[in-house]
Structure formats: structure tokens, C-alpha cells
T-cell receptor, first 110, second 114 residues
Framework: GNSVTQMEGPVTLSEEAFLTINCTYTATGYPSLFWYVQYPGEGLQLLLKATKADDKGSNKGFEATYRKETTSFHLEKGSVQVSDSAVYFCALVHNYQLIWGAGTKLIIKP | DAGVIQSPRHEVTEMGQEVTLRCKPISGHDYLFWYRQTMMRGLELLIYFNNNVPIDDSGMPEDRFSAKMPNASFSTLKIQPSEPRDSAVYFC????????????FGQGTRLTVV
């Protein structure tokens, strides 16, 4: 069946460090891929998305590239800030079904 | 559009009481989802509707949980009777019935059952 696997957290980094949060998926066909972010006490918000192979989604300095050959959609940011501390969820939509990763908590220390 | 609106934002109730959570999806969205989030179990899908019809309720934990969507602009999630282990944040989300579109989440209802 369809599934999403993302790296376990928490991930703790210093401000201005480079960030990678790994996400891999299993799905038949060509799903759309998403990264959501959840700040403390809030709901999930769409961060970025990609709808076909080799698409790159980007927003707020974050990027992720849809890699069909490795079934991956890793989230990256070149220089993180304290305000990026949140939980990040990788997800896919396939045949109208939403599949979620377990979430990765990111902690940025000043 | 104001986005997905949930009420109340916080609910504290005593064990055994009935609790009703409410959700107003984004106008025109065809899908509505109810999720529960806890530290232990993460984000769990409880039930989802398409055009007001329940499609998959396999995530509803027990018969104490029920959900309705009487029209396209309103849904409720009811717990009767409530138990302390139901304490969690409950999210409602909605989505267009169109390929590649994302889900939009409400702010959630934090439920505490004492």
C-alpha cells in the first residue's frame, strides 16, 4: 500500500546550520508530494508541494525536489532560524487519499 | 475565505460527559477530514467525508465516537461518553476534489477530559 516514511526526530541544530529532513514514499503511479509545518499550538500549514517528477517546491527558504528514481522528497534549508522550530510532516496524495508521515520535530538553538 | 474554522478552541470536560466538536470547511471543498493528534500516536485520521457522505470511518476508535456532516458547510465530531484517554487535539481539514490539491487545516480543538 501507499506509505510515507520520514526521519525520526527531534532534530536539533544551531541557528544558521544547514537542514535536511529525509522523506521517502511508497506509492503506485504518480502521487503529489507535500511538506506541511506545524508551529506550536497551531494547525498544519502547507509549506511546499510538488506534483510531478523533478519538480522542486520552495517556500520561505525551504526546498524539496520530487525524485521518482529514489522515491524521495527531502526537505532542505540552507540556513535555519530559531523561528523554524516546528514539527514538519511529509505527505502524499494519491487517488484522492492523503497519506502522512509521522512528523519530525525540529529544534533550532540560538 | 476565512479558512477552516473549528470550535471551540479549547474544551475541558469531565469524564462521562458528551463532547461535540464543530467544523466549518472552506466553501466549495468536497472533502472533509477529522484527525486526532497526540504525543503518543501522532496524527491519526478518524474519518473523512466526500460531498457530505462518510467514506472511511475505520479510524474512529470506538462506538463512543460519531461524526456527521448534515450539509456542505458544517460537520460535527461527537464523543459520548468521553474518557480521559480521549484527551488530544482534534483537527478538521478540507480539500477540493481535484488532483494534486492540498488539504487545509483548522486551528484545532484541544480537548481535555478530566
Amino acid at each position: 500500500g501507499n506509505s510515507v516514511t520520514q526521519m525520526e526526530g527531534p532534530v536539533t541544530l544551531s541557528e544558521e546550520a544547514f537542514l535536511t529532513i529525509n522523506c521517502t514514499y511508497t506509492a503506485t503511479g504518480y502521487p503529489s508530494l507535500f511538506w506541511y509545518v506545524q508551529y506550536p499550538g497551531e494547525g498544519l500549514q502547507l509549506l511546499l508541494k510538488a506534483t510531478k517528477a523533478d519538480d522542486k517546491g520552495s517556500n520561505k527558504g525551504f526546498e524539496a525536489t520530487y525524485r521518482k528514481e529514489t522515491t524521495s522528497f527531502h526537505l532542505e534549508k540552507g540556513s535555519v532560524q530559531v523561528s523554524d522550530s516546528a514539527v514538519y510532516f511529509c505527505a502524499l496524495v494519491h487517488n484522492y487519499q492523503l497519506i502522512w508521515g509521522a512528523g519530525t520535530k525540529l529544534i533550532i538553538k540560538p | 475565505d476565512a479558512g477552516v474554522i473549528q470550535s471551540p478552541r479549547h474544551e475541558v470536560t469531565e469524564m462521562g460527559q458528551e463532547v461535540t466538536l464543530r467544523c466549518k470547511p472552506i466553501s466549495g471543498h468536497d472533502y472533509l477530514f477529522w484527525y486526532r493528534q497526540t504525543m503518543m500516536r501522532g496524527l491519526e485520521l478518524l474519518i473523512y467525508f466526500n460531498n457530505n457522505v462518510p467514506i472511511d470511518d475505520s479510524g474512529m476508535p470506538e462506538d463512543r465516537f460519531s461524526a456527521k456532516m448534515p450539509n456542505a458547510s458544517f460537520s460535527t465530531l461527537k464523543i459520548q461518553p468521553s474518557e480521559p484517554r480521549d484527551s488530544a487535539v482534534y483537527f478538521c481539514a478540507s480539500r477540493l476534489d481535484r488532483k494534486n490539491t492540498e488539504a487545509f487545516f483548522g486551528q484545532g480543538t484541544r480537548l481535555t477530559v478530566v
